[in-house]
C-alpha cells in the first residue's frame, strides 16, 4: 500500500508539473502573440507615416513641376509645356486627395491639409493664368504674387512634415519598446517552459521505467488477455515484418474465414486470405504504403473464407516492435462490414430511386408550367374577339338595341375585364416559377412605400403603420408582387371597417427576417387556412370582396423560390395577419 500511495503521488506530481508547463506554454504563446499584433499594428502606422511624407514630397514637387511648365509656356509658346501642364494639374488633385485618405484619422492634419489645399488651388489658378496672359505684359506681375503663394505653401509643407515626422519618431520608438519587451517575454517564458518540461520529461521517463518493470511482473494477467483477443467482435493478427507470414491470429477472425489455426499460422500471407481483386491490389498499392508509412487504417477489402464466399471487411494495421523478440510486427484489426455494405446498396437503390422521382416531378412541374403559360397565352385571342365584337355591336348597333341588350353587353364587358385579369395572374402566376431567379440587394421599405403609395388612391379611408423594415437579398420585381399582394389584401378585408388599420413590421434573427402584415379587418377561420396559398382557393365571397383568387398563391410561390416561408394566423371579424420569411443570404446569389 505504501509503494501504490508514493506511485499515485509521484503520477500526481508529475501532472501538477506537467499542467503548469503547459499553461506557461499557452501564457508565453499568447503574450507573443498579442506583442507581435501590436508590433505589426505599430509597423503598419510607420509604414502609415513615412507613406504621407512621401506623398507630401510627391505634392511639392508636382505643384513646383506645375508651376515651371505654366511660366516655361508663357516664355517659350511650346505647347509640351502645356501638356505637361494639364498631367500635373491631375496628379496634383489626386495626390491631395490620396493625402486626405492617409490623414482621416487626424483632424489637426486634415484642417491643415485643407487650408493648404485652398492656397495650392489658389496657386494652379494663378499659373493657369500664365498660359492665357499677353507674354510681354503681366508675366513678371504673375509671377512676383506666385512666389509669395508659393512661399507660403512650402512653410505649410513643412509644417505637415514637422508633425508628421514628430509622429514619426515616437512611433519609432514605441515599436522598439514592443520588440523589445515581444523578446524579453519569448526567451524568458520559452527558458522557464523548458526547465519545466526537461523536469516534466525525467519523471515522466522514471515512470515508464517504473511501468514496463510492473507490466513484467504482471505476467499473471496473460491468460485473462488472450481470452480477451481471441473472443473480441473483431479480427486480430499479426504478420511477420520481414517474410509476410501470419504468426498470430484470434479466434474470431479464424471463424469468420472457416479456417483451423493450424492451416494459417506461419504458412498463409494476407493476400492469401482475400478474394484475386483484392489480393492484386493489397500487393500492388496497400502493402508498399503500409511499409512506407508504418500505419494503414480503414481499408477496404474483400476476404475469400475457407468454402469460397467471401465477405467485406475494413482492414487496419501499425507496424510494432514484439515485446519479446524485438523483431518488427504489424497488428492488423478487421470489421466485418457485410451488412453495411448490402445496407448502402440498398440506400444507393433508393436514392437512385428517388433521382428518378425527382426528376419525373420536376417535369412533371415544367409541363404543367409550360401548359399554364400556355393556356393563358391562347385565351387572349378569344378574349379579344369577345371584346371587339361586343364594342362592334355597341356601336353599330346602338339604335336597335334596348335597355336590357345594352346591359347584357354592360355583362359582357365586365366579364371580359374579369378574365383579362385572370389571365394576367395566371401569367404572373407562371412566371414566377420561370426564368432565371436574378438577385440583388433589395430596399424593403422603399418597396412598401410605394406600394401604400398606390393603394391610397383606392384605400383613402384605411390607415397604414409601418414599422422598421430590414434589407433583404431578393429578386425585387417579385419582391414587388409580394408587398402588393399582401398590401392589396389587408387594405381590401379591412376597408370596410370603420376605422380600418393595416400595420407592417419585421423581426430579424441572424438566419432569416420575418415580416408582418396585419389588418383589423372581417379574418378567416383557421380551420381553413390550408386553403388559402391555393390557386383560385377563397374563402369569402366574389360580391362581398372581389378578386381572382391567385394572389397568396403567387405570394407562396414567390417567397418559396427565395427560400423563405409564408404563413398566416386570424380570427373571424378581428383581423388576419401574414408572415414571409426571406433568409439573411441567398445561395444563388453572387
Not at 167 to 183: C, D, F, M, N, P
Amino acid at each position: 500500500m505504501p509503494i501504490l500511495n508514493k506511485r499515485k503521488s509521484f503520477i500526481a506530481n508529475t501532472g501538477v508539473f506537467f499542467f503548469f508547463a503547459m499553461l506557461l506554454s499557452i501564457g508565453v504563446t499568447v503574450v507573443a502573440y498579442r506583442s507581435v499584433r501590436i508590433f505589426e499594428a505599430r509597423t503598419v502606422w510607420v509604414e502609415h507615416t513615412h507613406t504621407v511624407l512621401q506623398r507630401l514630397e510627391e505634392t511639392h514637387s508636382t505643384l513646383r513641376d506645375l508651376v515651371a511648365n505654366a511660366r516655361g509656356y508663357a516664355l517659350s509658346g511650346h505647347h509640351d509645356y502645356l501638356l505637361s501642364f494639364e498631367a500635373d494639374r491631375t496628379a496634383l488633385f489626386e495626390l491631395l486627395d490620396g493625402l486626405r485618405v492617409l490623414q482621416i484619422d487626424n483632424q489637426a492634419q486634415l484642417d491643415r491639409l485643407a487650408r493648404l489645399s485652398a492656397d495650392i488651388a489658389k496657386r494652379v489658378e494663378l499659373a493657369r493664368t500664365l498660359l492665357e496672359v499677353d507674354k510681354n505684359a503681366q508675366i513678371d506681375n504673375i509671377h512676383a504674387h506666385g512666389h509669395d503663394l508659393s512661399e507660403d505653401i512650402r512653410k505649410q509643407f513643412v509644417q505637415l512634415k514637422e508633425v508628421e515626422k514628430t509622429v514619426l519618431a515616437q512611433r519609432s520608438v514605441e515599436t522598439k519598446k514592443s520588440i523589445g519587451w515581444t523578446v524579453f517575454a519569448i526567451v524568458s517564458g520559452s527558458i522557464v517552459s523548458l526547465v519545466i518540461l526537461l523536469a516534466v520529461y525525467v519523471r515522466l521517463r522514471r515512470e515508464m521505467q517504473i511501468r514496463q518493470a510492473a507490466q513484467m511482473k504482471e505476467h499473471i494477467y496473460a491468460t485473462e488477455l488472450a481470452d480477451l483477443y481471441n473472443h473480441a467482435p473483431c479480427g486480430y493478427h499479426s504478420i511477420e515484418g520481414e517474410n509476410g507470414l501470419i504468426v498470430q491470429m484470434n479466434d474470431t477472425e479464424l471463424a469468420w474465414l472457416g479456417y483451423a489455426r493450424e492451416q494459417v499460422i506461419g504458412k498463409l500471407r494476407q493476400a492469401d486470405l482475400l478474394t484475386p481483386d483484392s489480393a492484386e491490389r493489397y500487393r500492388s498499392e496497400i502493402w508498399p504504403r503500409f511499409l512506407r508509412d508504418k500505419s494503414v487504417s480503414n481499408i477496404d477489402l474483400d476476404y475469400q473464407r475457407a468454402d469460397g464466399t467471401h465477405f467485406s471487411a475494413l482492414m487496419s494495421a501499425r507496424m510494432a516492435q514484439h515485446p519479446e523478440t524485438g523483431h518488427m510486427i504489424s497488428r492488423s484489426v478487421i470489421y466485418d462490414i457485410s451488412e453495411r455494405k448490402q445496407t448502402e446498396r440498398e440506400i444507393e437503390a433508393l436514392n437512385a430511386n428517388l433521382k428518378r422521382h425527382a426528376q419525373h416531378l420536376s417535369n412533371i412541374n415544367k409541363e404543367l408550367e409550360s401548359f399554364s403559360y400556355s393556356v393563358s397565352h391562347d385565351l387572349r385571342a378569344p378574349l379579344r374577339a369577345i371584346s371587339g365584337y361586343a364594342m362592334m355591336v355597341e356601336e353599330d348597333y346602338a339604335d336597335a338595341l334596348d335597355e336590357k341588350g345594352r346591359e347584357l353587353l354592360q355583362v359582357i364587358g365586365r366579364n371580359v375585364k374579369k378574365m383579362d385579369a385572370l389571365i394576367n395572374d395566371l401569367l404572373r402566376l407562371s412566371r414566377s416559377s420561370m426564368g432565371e431567379l436574378s438577385l440583388g440587394t433589395v430596399s424593403t421599405e422603399e418597396i412598401v412605400e410605394q406600394c401604400i403609395k398606390g393603394l391610397r388612391r383606392e384605400y383613402g379611408n384605411v390607415e397604414f403603420i409601418v414599422g422598421p423594415l430590414d434589407g433583404v437579398i431578393a429578386n425585387r420585381g417579385m419582391l414587388v408582387q409580394v408587398w402588393e399582394n399582401l398590401l392589396g389584401n389587408a387594405a381590401k378585408f379591412s376597408s370596410k371597417q370603420e376605422q380600418p388599420v393595416v400595420r407592417v413590421s419585421a423581426r430579424g434573427s441572424q438566419d432569416e427576417v420575418v415580416f408582418q402584415v396585419s389588418d383589423n379587418g372581417v379574418g378567416f377561420d383557421m380551420r381553413y387556412v390550408h386553403k388559402l396559398f391555393g390557386t383560385f382557393q377563397r374563402l369569402h365571397k366574389q360580391e362581398d370582396f372581389p378578386g381572382s383568387g391567385i394572389g397568396l398563391a403567387l405570394v407562396q410561390r414567390i417567397v418559396v423560390r427565395h427560400n423563405g416561408r409564408v404563413w398566416a394566423d386570424s380570427t373571424p371579424g378581428e383581423g388576419a395577419s401574414f408572415y414571409f420569411s426571406l433568409p439573411r443570404t441567398q445561395p444563388d446569389f453572387a
